[in-house]
């Protein structure tokens, strides 16, 4: 058991029966008033994020996340397929578990799994990733003036907002925390 004064972002604990995750905290002492914790939680099954206030020093059921390495394989219409580096087993990832991060996978790419005993329950991908720009439609000489931008999907089946001077074929960098249009991949 850890008490609030051990909360960290980032820390899974257990509450009302469901695993969350801190995202951030803030012990505050308002005036005569006993002393409380304010902290953010995200819910790791379904991504909602609820406030909620702790007594000071009260307990709570801390969870032990184990994050190992994965390959992503493939996505077999069900669910997507991971192969363990190590042992070079493979399980199906329920795309609820992956959320928005499932349009940023590509077969081959190494990902970090959270895992609580057997059971997976979230994906950490990298940062920014490398995608080729599969199909847009042609961007017009003289619009650039305004910084404009056009729809563009990608390998993966997603699609991005670009800027015009982005073509087929072309390979693009896309921030997989926000989904937006980076650079141009060099080669």
Known sequence: MATTADFRVGMVIKFNGELHRIDEFIHRTPGNLRAFVQAKLRNLRNGKVTENRFRSGEEVEEVRVEQKEFQYLYHDGASHQFMDKETYDQIPVDEKVLGDAAKFLKEGETVQLM??????????????VALKVV???????GDTATGATKPATVETGATFNVPLFVNEGDV???DTRTGQYLERAKN
């Open 172 to 174: 693009i960098r896309v």
């Open 115 to 128: 895992m609580v005993g057997l059971d997976i329950i979230g994906a950490e991908i990298p940062f920014n």
């Open 135 to 141: 199909e847009t439609v042609p961007g017009v000489k």
